[in-house]
């Protein structure tokens, strides 16, 4: 089991919470829409499980070591370059590499330039650190692979809608959320008997349905829509965001670098949009 920590949840603890809404969320979805929404199939139930651990339990839970290990700025670093690699192998074949080199290129230096901004890790560095890191690399390529096969899998079945597949991936998430409390978490009544354990119960619906079930949803949809490289570039937003989550949490604004980094990441984003019209 692992620990708690000081005044803090443990990473299973976080990871199973939201996950265990989301799968609520996904069942009772599913239920209600109970002869007007198609079930899944015992070969589309497998596909949903080994997605929902590249892009949901497995993945965050990796995260969440990796910020535990290595602090939020470099994790996410090391996360932003995401959208880097799905367009690099998820491409269209009509779509000229001449078109995406602009939008690439930006994201590129929006990168380095923040890299080149972070404060050292030089009082960071030792097993923790890369370890963190560590973690950090295995949950990027996880969640590429999710973003290159979860695309790949909704176009290869037009007929299952957006909402279906979230439902469907949200089980198969929620039940891996269960095992891994069961086998890792704090328990129930170490959880209750913290003074802010409806705090984190908050947290958790929250993040599971909105942030997870309605954002899934909505990823579903572009993915059916749109191909790979393009969506992969919105991810950058997840980047923007986990770092103006890390300036908040330390308490201080970002430098003039890493304003213009995350203003690189936002140009890079409308210049790969333009090049996919």
């Known amino acids: 089991m692992l620990p708690m920590g000081a005044g803090g949840y443990s990473s299973v603890d976080l990871t199973s919470g939201r996950f265990a809404v989301y799968g609520l ?4 979805g ?17 596909a949903a499980i080994g997605m929902s651990v590249l892009g949901f339990s497995g993945y965050y839970l ?54 080149a901004s972070a404060p050292g890790v030089s009082n960071g560095e030792g097993l923790h650190f890369w370890r963190g890191m560590g973690y ?17 899998w909704l176009k290869r079945h037009p007929e299952v809608n957006a ?19 069961l086998a890792a ?9 913290r003074g802010d354990s409806m705090c984190f119960a908050m947290l958790c619906v929250v993040a599971g349905f909105g942030s997870t079930w309605l954002a899934t949803i909505l990823w579903n949809v572009a993915s059916q829509r749109l191909s790979a490289s393009l969506c992969g570039q919105l991810i950058v937003s997840e980047t923007l965001f986990a770092l103006l989550y890390s300036f908040a949490w330390d308490g201080h604004w970002p430098t003039p670098g890493q304003s213009g980094a995350c203003a690189l990441f936002t140009v890079g984003i409308l210049a790969s949009i333009r090049a996919h019209r």
């Open 30 to 46: 599913m239920l209600l829409g109970l002869g007007r929404r198609r079930w899944p199939t015992m070969r589309q139930m497998v």
């Open 62 to 115: 990796l995260l969440v070591l990796a910020i535990r290990d290595a602090g939020t700025e470099m994790p996410s670093l090391l996360i932003g370059t995401i959208p880097l690699w799905i367009m690099l192998l998820g491409k269209p074949h009509g779509l000229r590499w001449s078109a995406l080199l602009p939008g690439l290129a930006l994201t590129v230096a929006g990168l380095l330039l923040m890299m």
């Open 136 to 152: 950090a690399l295995v949950s990027l390529l996880s969640w590429t692979a999710f973003a290159l096969l979860n695309s790949a």
């Open 185 to 193: 978490g704090s328990g129930m009544q170490a959880v209750a008997a």
């Open 163 to 181: 909402t279906d597949w979230t439902n469907w991936l949200g089980v198969a998430t929620g039940l891996g959320a269960l095992l891994m409390w």
């Open 25 to 28: 969320v996904a069942a009772l």
